[in-house]
Structure formats: structure tokens, C-alpha cells
């Protein structure tokens, strides 16, 4: 097997005195679609934010186990949070274009990283609305406000912001649950092509969702992983009890 | 057992007339009371305008003993204060505004938030009073000033005094930034600092604009402690160093002269005419205040 690209290491989580993430141990294979799913409040987006330390700034958390970046423990002392934020990308539920104009939601990052270079800006701007499949859409309109475009738009907008820095890493969290069926069939299409430059974890907003993208599936309930295993094996033949009663839509 | 339902019906219509009926009443009454004030104004205000020469009544010089009512070293001052006062409350206002939201930990933020707001509760005298007796003098002595009772000197009192309001509807502007918005500029490798003033403070700026113009209202029509530290010397506030001289501002002179002046002279109704151009000068300020939140709604917020 192929060395783990993220290995998460009995790790608990919780905020004040709720634990909502339980000893969670899973290894996530470099350059593939790994999919969180479970029912509302299993912890799968705090888990996200572990990965990418977004959680640092929440008061009052406490936190047990390791998370390792390409064997990197990234709750090291000495781990530099912006550079481990620009290896690690994240894009969220609802879409949120920054203020300003889509060259300069794109190009956000970059900026803040100190890349002055017009040509290699511009390069990176097409390269990284192309992978999101936007590019056909707002190659005429790169200097209108962001704001401007429609919700499936603004939310590959996002997903190319996350791309402009070139990560190794991306995580979506329900990145297509508050678009249309076309949208969404345009952002799914967008994760096939990026898997092969990048580590995907994504959490779908449905089931069916989950079938149609996962290598791999994590199925989390109350903070516990239930079950791990590739998705055409989870979604056919879930071993766990509680998996099937979810996959087969007896609850949740 | 219809009938019976009707007549419930009925009986529930006309406590809803009532209820709907003393609403109106108590709306319109306080309108009324507005559009009252506002005539009563412009009746005693008006006469100025014909009764005292426009070369006299904006001229230069205020001497009301020898029929001199020149307004305009009134005005400038008035808003020579306030914008002195502005520059100083708007950088230290976001600031706060900025450090209380963004910065402070929870427990200081519940220990400062009710400290700002009493500090908007301190009586406009009280603040004048320690204007005059401590900042006054300080004033004086580090510049070496004949007197401490200056422009600059008012500013700070009323940079104090706006402060509050800047603060409080600066911070709801923060707060009404969607968190999302900060994490995903922290997502993107920025700094906190980077993701407050690269992210958040645009995404608020227009309520943070609404902000200084709310606290610019209250302090333009500010009148107590302005009276207190300004000097109250009607002088052109043009050269360079008045910042650091005496002024008179048009509510001090309002205040100070209304007691005394003999009811329906000319010198009477100039204080009401000044009234007039204070009440416009605050409504256009107001009015671009709500101008910039309507915009802002219209282009549907930056949510
Ligand atoms: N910032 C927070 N403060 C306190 N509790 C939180 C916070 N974020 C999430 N939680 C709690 O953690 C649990 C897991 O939430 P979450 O990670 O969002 O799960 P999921 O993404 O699977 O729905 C929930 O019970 C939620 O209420
Ligand atoms: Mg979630």
C-alpha cells in the first residue's frame, strides 16, 4: 500500500466538555476522493477543520491524538499555520465570495503569499478556474464583483480560490448543498478531474452523492467512525449493521 | 355553533381594530410631535433669513451687540470641532471596534462591552467638566498656550463622547460579517491580522462608515461639553494654528445666548436660524448614514 497522505491517529475532540469526535483513527491514500458521511452532528466537519487546524481560534476545545500531513504531525510547535493552510485547502458549505472582484477572489491567496508576478497570476488564474470548471463561464467577467455570479458559480469560485494556491490537499465540506442539479453535476465533475493532482476528502450532501464520487467512504456516527472501506464495497456490502440501516435510508 | 364562530370572529376583529387603532394613534402622535418642533423652527428661524442682509448673516464677524450676526465663524467652527474630533474617534473607534469583536478573548469581551456602554451613559457636563479642569490645563502646559480652552481640546471631548455610538455600530458591523467568510480567509493561509483587514474590515465597511457618520451626528449637535473647553471665542478658525485657539461652535452659541436675548429680535430669531442650518447639516448627515445602509441592502449586502 501506497503511504497514507493523512494519517489520523486516535484522535478525540471536543468542545468545553462534548466530545463529538471518539478515538477516530483512519489513513487517507494520496490522489484520491475519500468521502465523511453520516447524519448531522457526527463530526465530520469538525474533523475537517482538524486537518487544516481552522479550529485553533474556537475557545475552550480540548483534543487528543495526532494528525500526520505526509508523516508530518501538524500540531507541532513549530508547524507554520498559513503555509500548512495553503498545502491544505478548504471549501465550505455555502459559498462565500470574498468583497471584490473574481480575478481578486482567485488570486486572494497568492497575493497574501507575496507572488507579485503578472504573467504567472494570470496563468494560475485560467489554470485554476479551468480545474473548476468555471473558467468558460467568467472569462469575460474577471473584473465584475464576485457577489455578482449565481450560487453554482460562486461555489466553484471557491473551489478555485482553494486551487490558485496549488495544495496538495483539498477538502470540501457539503460543497454542493445549496446548488441545483446541474451545478452540482458540475462541481462532481470538476472533483474527478482534480483527483489526479490532489487528495480529495469531501463531505457530500447525500448518499447518493457519496456512491457516485467515493475511492474511499468513512462512515461516521456521534463522533465515532462506524466504518471505513472502499465505496463500491461500503455503498454494496456495508459490513456494520448501523451502515446499511444508513446507506439503505432506514434512518438518519 | 356557526353563528357562535362568526361572532367569535367578530368580537376578535374588533380588539385587532383597537389594538391597530392605538398604535396609529401613538405613531402618528410622536410625528406629529417631530413636525411640531420642526415648524415651531422654522416660524421663529425663517425671519433671520429676510429680516438680517445675506452679506451680514453669513459674514464674518458675530457681534450681536452691533447688529454684526456673521454666522459663518460659527459654522467653521462647529465643524472644524467635529471633523478634528472624527479624524481622532474614527481610527481609535475601529480599533476598539476591531480588538473587542475580533481580537479579545470571550471574558473581555463580556467585561468590555458594558464598559463602553456606560461610557455613552456619562453626562455630556461631566465630560466638560473634566475637559476643564484636566485636560484643559494639560494642553496649555505641554504646548505653552495661553489657554487649554481650544478646538483641539473640544475635539477630544467630543472624539470621546462619539466614541460609544462608533464603537457599538462598528462592532455589530463586525459581527454581522458570516464566520465563514473569516475562515475562508484564514483557509487561504492568511493571518488573523490579514484576515481582519483584508477580509473582514471590507466586508464591514460600509456599516463601519455608517458608524462614523452616526457618531459624527451626535457630536456636531453636541452642545455642554463643547461649550465647557472650546474658548467660545468667535473668531475665523482659518490659520493654521486653530486648532490649538479658542472657537465657538453653533450650539454653544444657541446655548449660551438663548437666556438671555429679548424674544422676537432679530438677534432671537438669527439663534433659531442657526438652529435651521444645524438641523440640516445633521439631517444630511443622517441622511447619507441611511443612504449607504440602503445601498448596502440593495446590492443585497455582502451577507
Ligand atoms: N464551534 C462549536 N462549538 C460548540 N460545539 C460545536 C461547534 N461546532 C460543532 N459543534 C458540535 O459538534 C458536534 C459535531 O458537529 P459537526 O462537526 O458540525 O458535525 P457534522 O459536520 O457531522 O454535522 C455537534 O454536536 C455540534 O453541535
Ligand atoms: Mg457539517
Sequence with gaps: MVEAKIHIDKVSYAYGENWVLNDVTLDIAPNSVTVFFGPAGGGKTTLLRLINRLNDLVEGTQMKGRILVDGQDIYNSEIHIPTLRRRVGMVFALPLPLPGTVRENVLYGLKLAGVKDRSRLDEILEQSLTQSALWDEVKDRLDHLAVALSGGQQQRLCIARSLALEPDILLLDEPTSGLDPISTRKVEDSLFTLKEHYTVIIVPHSIQQAARIADKAAFFLMGNLVEYAAGTELFTRPRKKKTEEYVTGRFG | MFAQKQAQAAHADWREFVIEALIRVLGFSTIGFVLLIFLFLLREGVPSFYKVPVSNLFGTRWYPNFDLFGTLPLLLGSVLVTVTAILIALPLGAATAVFVREVAPN?????????????????????????????????????????????????????????????????????????????????????????????????????????????????????????????????????????????????????????????????????????????????????????????????????
Excluded: C
Design chain 2, 107 to 303: 471574558w473581555a469581551r463580556e467585561i468590555l462591552k458594558p464598559m463602553i456602554e456606560v461610557l455613552a451613559g456619562i453626562p455630556s457636563v461631566v465630560l466638560g467638566f473634566f475637559g476643564m479642569h484636566a485636560v484643559a490645563p494639560l494642553i496649555r502646559g505641554t504646548l505653552g498656550i495661553p489657554t487649554g480652552l481650544t478646538v483641539f481640546t473640544g475635539a477630544l471631548i467630543l472624539a470621546y463622547m462619539a466614541l460609544p455610538t462608533i464603537i457599538s455600530v462598528a462592532e455589530d458591523a463586525l459581527d454581522a460579517v458570516p464566520k465563514s467568510l473569516r475562515d475562508a480567509g484564514l483557509a487561504m493561509g492568511a493571518t488573523q491580522w490579514q484576515t481582519i483587514w483584508k477580509v473582514v474590515v471590507p466586508a464591514a465597511r460600509s456599516g463601519i462608515t455608517t458608524a462614523v457618520m452616526l457618531g459624527m451626528g451626535r457630536a456636531i449637535g453636541e452642545t455642554m461639553a463643547v461649550m465647557m473647553v472650546t474658548g467660545n471665542a468667535a473668531r475665523m478658525p482659518l490659520s493654521l494654528d486653530s486648532l490649538f485657539r479658542p472657537a465657538r461652535t453653533m450650539t454653544a452659541t444657541i446655548a449660551a445666548e438663548m437666556g438671555e436675548v429679548a424674544q422676537g429680535s432679530i438677534h432671537y430669531h438669527t439663534l433659531f436660524g442657526i438652529g435651521i442650518i444645524l438641523f440640516l447639516l445633521t439631517f444630511l448627515i443622517n441622511l447619507a448614514a441611511a443612504a449607504t445602509i440602503f445601498k448596502k441592502r440593495r446590492r443585497g449586502g455582502l451577507r
